[in-house]
């Protein structure tokens, strides 16, 4: 419903007077130096290190995703060109079955499957071809979400939506020939047209660096390095 220009900002535009703003590549956070490094060999110290640096989309680490489909059947909206993609999938959608799946936990924003499944119905509505479309919503979790009482509130919004739940169900591989999602214990949701939200991942460098990430490239809500104080260096909750 937006236009990829209504949406993209320019960062230096964002950032106040009176902050130094570097435009640079981060290399890897020394922890024991308190320094960042960025291209280039700049270091640059802290005393505070708040990383903002996001997380990436991973959908190579399932099977499918990005095999026969990709953009086509089978699409994201968890991106920019993933996004532009699944308009102009949805402007081909004719009828059928859509199922939003979220391949695995953490994702950003949990809410925001759910709102496209919300969003989704209120679209085809609009086409005129509701009742052409089924609609299904696949999570690994038992509920919609994990907040109970969001949970039981959300999962009655679907129902009343005529919007199908599919709980504990990850997903091993996509086939965007057949149009299935597979789980990795062998359950089976067909689809015409899947929106999933693919595995993710912290910034490259936060795996990189000693003792600041995981395999994965997220900070661990607790670290083994957890001191507060700059002498003995460490990490603290994100
Ligand atoms: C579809 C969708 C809907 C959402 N809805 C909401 C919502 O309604 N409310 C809400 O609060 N949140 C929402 N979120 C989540 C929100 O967008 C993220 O939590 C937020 O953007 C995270 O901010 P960030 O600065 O950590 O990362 P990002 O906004 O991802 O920014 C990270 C930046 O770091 C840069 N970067 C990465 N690695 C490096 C490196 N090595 N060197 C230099 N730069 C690097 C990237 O280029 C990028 O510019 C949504 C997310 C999605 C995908």
Same mark, same amino acid.
């Given at each position: 419903?937006?236009?990829?220009?209504?949406?993209?900002?320019?960062?230096?535009?964002?950032?106040?007077?009176?902050?130094?703003?570097?435009?640079?590549?981060?290399?890897?956070?020394?922890?024991?130096?308190?320094?960042?490094?960025?291209?280039?060999?700049?270091?640059?110290?802290?005393?505070?290190?708040?990383?903002?640096?996001?997380?990436?989309?991973?959908?190579?680490?399932?099977?499918?995703?990005?095999?026969?489909?990709?953009?086509?059947?089978?699409?994201?909206?968890? @991106? =920019?060109?993933?996004? +532009?993609? $699944? &308009?102009?999938?949805? /402007?081909?959608?004719?009828?059928?079955?859509?199922?939003? #799946?979220?391949?695995?936990?953490?994702?950003?924003?949990?809410?925001?499957?759910?709102?496209?499944?919300?969003?989704?119905?209120?679209?085809?509505?609009?086409?005129?071809?509701?009742?052409?479309?089924?609609?299904?919503?696949?999570?690994?979790?038992?509920?919609?979400?994990?907040?109970?009482?969001?949970?039981?509130?959300?999962?009655?919004?679907?129902?009343?939506?005529?919007?199908?739940?599919?709980?504990?169900?990850?997903?091993?591989?996509?086939?965007?020939?057949?149009?299935?999602?597979?789980?990795?214990?062998?359950?089976?949701?067909?689809? @015409? =047209?899947?929106?999933? +939200?693919? $595995? &993710?991942?912290?910034? /490259?460098?936060?795996?990189?660096?000693?003792?600041?990430? #995981?395999?994965?490239?997220?900070?661990?809500?607790?670290?083994?390095?957890?001191?507060?104080?700059?002498?003995?260096?460490?990490?603290?909750?994100?």
């Amino acid at each position: 419903m937006a236009q990829p220009h209504h949406l993209v900002r320019s960062r230096p535009w964002q950032i106040p007077t009176g902050i130094d703003y570097r435009e640079a590549r981060i290399e890897g956070v020394d922890l024991g130096a308190w320094t960042v490094r960025l291209a280039g060999g700049i270091r640059l110290g802290y005393d505070v290190l708040v990383i903002a640096t996001g997380a990436v989309l991973l959908p190579e680490e399932t099977e499918g995703p990005t095999g026969p489909g990709w953009g086509e059947n089978v699409c994201t909206f968890y @991106d =920019l060109p993933g996004a +532009v993609g $699944l &308009h102009h999938a949805l /402007e081909r959608f004719a009828g059928g079955r859509v199922v939003i #799946d979220v391949a695995d936990l953490p994702v950003k924003c949990p809410v925001a499957p759910l709102e496209f499944a919300f969003l989704a119905d209120r679209y085809f509505q609009r086409c005129g071809i509701r009742d052409r479309v089924q609609l299904a919503y696949a999570t690994p979790l038992d509920g919609v979400i994990t907040d109970p009482v969001a949970a039981k509130a959300l999962g009655s919004l679907l129902a009343r939506k005529g919007i199908e739940l599919v709980t504990e169900f990850t997903f091993g591989e996509v086939d965007g020939i057949v149009g299935r999602l597979v789980s990795y214990d062998e359950r089976e949701v067909p689809f @015409d =047209l899947a929106v999933v +939200v693919p $595995l &993710h991942g912290g910034a /490259e460098y936060v795996g990189r660096s000693e003792g600041l990430g #995981d395999e994965l490239g997220f900070v661990p809500r607790r670290s083994a390095h957890s001191p507060a104080s700059r002498t003995s260096g460490g990490v603290r909750d994100r």
